[in-house]
């Protein structure tokens, strides 16, 4: 289950704003059957300014009728959900798992899959919009920090870590406390 309540405390939003019914139906005329928390999550937030004032574009309902090039070949298997800052890799689910409830999401890098991002779309929207969040906030660092294994035990004894993490992102495994 998506936390919206946390996602509009972490982007300071107040109200979430949701995708117009006529892009919605342009998603399911395209692309057939849209999985259940995917449908949710951009009926409830899918066109909300804030979530777009980060790194990484989230590919909205709205967007689907302006790039073309996701139309390319090298798409025609998967949906597209995210495109890193430079378009090098993006967020996907396959199109053969679009039936699917909860699918599981993947990183790829043009024609390639790197790996499996997050093993559920729940996982993969709130790993990323936790990640993404940091990129939103008044005072955002401007670098990436890397622990060693050794802080990594201190943290994990003394954090609770969440139930997300993205994986093939940028890293290995990324986890949030």
Same mark, same amino acid.
């Given at each position: 289950?998506?936390?919206?309540?946390?996602?509009?405390?972490?982007?300071?939003?107040?109200?979430?704003?949701?995708?117009?019914?006529?892009?919605?139906?342009?998603?399911?005329?395209?692309?057939?059957?849209?999985?259940?928390?995917?449908?949710? *999550?951009?009926?409830?937030?899918?066109?909300?300014?804030?979530?777009?004032?980060?790194? #990484?574009?989230?590919?909205? /309902?709205?967007?689907?009728?302006?790039?073309?090039?996701?139309?390319?070949?090298?798409?025609?298997?998967?949906?597209?959900?995210?495109?890193?800052?430079?378009?090098? *890799?993006?967020?996907?689910?396959?199109?053969?798992?679009? =039936?699917?409830?909860?699918? /599981?999401?993947?990183?790829?890098?043009?024609?390639?899959?790197?790996?499996?991002?997050?093993?559920?779309?729940?996982?993969?929207?709130?790993?990323?919009?936790?990640?993404?969040?940091? *990129?939103?906030?008044?005072?955002?660092?401007?670098?990436?920090?890397?622990? =060693? #294994?050794?802080?990594?035990?201190?943290?994990?004894? =003394?954090? =609770?870590?969440? /139930?997300?993490?993205?994986?093939?992102?940028?890293? #290995?495994?990324?986890? *949030?406390?």
């Amino acid at each position: 289950m998506i936390d919206y309540e946390l996602i509009k405390k972490l982007y300071g939003i107040e109200k979430l704003q949701g995708c117009m019914a006529e892009d919605m139906d342009y998603l399911k005329e395209k692309y057939g059957t849209i999985p259940k928390q995917l449908v949710e *999550f951009f009926e409830l937030a899918g066109e909300t300014k804030e979530l777009n004032c980060v790194q #990484d574009e989230w590919l909205f /309902p709205a967007k689907y009728r302006k790039y073309i090039w996701m139309d390319r070949d090298e798409y025609k298997d998967y949906f597209v959900l995210l495109n890193e800052n430079q378009g090098v *890799f993006q967020i996907v689910i396959k199109r053969d798992d679009m =039936t699917k409830e909860n699918p /599981p999401v993947y990183v790829l890098d043009g024609k390639k899959l790197i790996g499996k991002c997050a093993d559920t779309l729940t996982e993969f929207l709130m790993g990323m919009l936790i990640y993404q969040s940091v *990129f939103a906030m008044k005072y955002c660092p401007e670098d990436f920090f890397w622990y =060693t #294994d050794e802080e990594m035990q201190v943290i994990r004894k =003394t954090m =609770t870590i969440m /139930p997300y993490k993205l994986q093939n992102w940028y890293s #290995d495994t990324i986890e *949030f406390y």
